[in-house]
């Protein structure tokens, strides 16, 4: 089964970290991510297997944690089709800069 899961931190150094630590922790892949209130609020999406999701977050949430606070974090196992649209609609914008494919889960 796959998911999604989501972090948001305050500021772009701590989404960094916790991302980086996600991606060493288990095997997931970086989907997209948003910035709100000019980068104060930064969400990280990655995904991947329910338990590997799972793992990740929580390692880039202590991550996180370190440098500043985790404001909100969430796993979404088997996501709603609306739901994964809304993820790949942000990850269009992002990828449409880098020239970059976008995959369905």
Do not use: C, Q
Request: glycine residues 8%; without cysteine; aromatic residues 6%.
């Amino acid at each position: 089964m796959h998911a999604i899961g989501l972090i948001e931190v305050n500021g772009f150094v701590a989404a960094v970290e916790a991302l980086d630590a996600m991606l060493k922790t288990a095997n997931v892949e970086f989907a997209t991510w948003e910035k709100k209130l000019g980068g104060r609020l930064v969400t990280i999406i990655i995904k991947g297997n329910v338990s590997a999701v799972e793992e990740a977050i929580l390692n880039g949430k202590n991550k996180a944690d370190k440098i500043t606070r985790t404001v909100a974090y969430a796993v979404i196992p088997n996501p709603h089709p609306e739901t994964i649209k809304m993820v790949n609609i942000s990850a269009e914008k992002l990828f449409k800069v880098d020239g970059g494919e976008i995959s369905e889960f």
